[in-house]
Nanobody
Framework: QVQLQASGPGLVKPSQTLSLTCAVS??????????WGWIRQAPGKGLEWMGH??????YYSPSLKSRTSISRNTSNNHFSLHLSSMTPEDTAVYYC???????????WGQGTQVTVSS
């Protein structure tokens, strides 16, 4: 059973960079059939795909591309999200998830609340 566990600060100040880590157990992030991504949900809004890493390549939402970086650490079997220049509009629950090509997301982490406030 694959499990994903997101962790990071619950509170970030405006203009700071958010750093989240997703620890993966029960499966390797190097398995070629899968991609590993980040999704968020702001209060009262729908799910927003932020980006993912697939093999050695990364793919980002066009609206967030300039501020987003996703990387993976194969030694520790985790992957990370960095989102710079945070504003209160970035307040959301952030999820990490696994996707299977070509079927889509199949395992999700529990989500971690991030609030942007001074």
């Amino acid at each position: 059973q694959v499990q994903l566990q997101a962790s990071g600060p619950g509170l970030v100040k405006p203009s700071q960079t958010l750093s989240l880590t997703c620890a993966v157990s029960g499966g390797s992030i190097t398995t070629s059939a899968y991609y590993w991504g980040w999704i968020r949900q702001a209060p009262g809004k729908g799910l927003e795909w932020m980006g993912h890493v697939y093999g050695g390549s990364t793919y980002y939402s066009p609206s967030l591309k300039s501020r987003t970086s996703i990387s993976r650490n194969t030694s520790n079997n985790h992957f990370s999200l960095h989102l710079s220049s945070m504003t209160p509009e970035d307040t959301a629950v952030y999820y990490c998830a696994r996707g299977r090509v070509p079927f889509g997301l199949d395992y999700w982490g529990q989500g971690t609340q991030v609030t942007v406030s001074s």
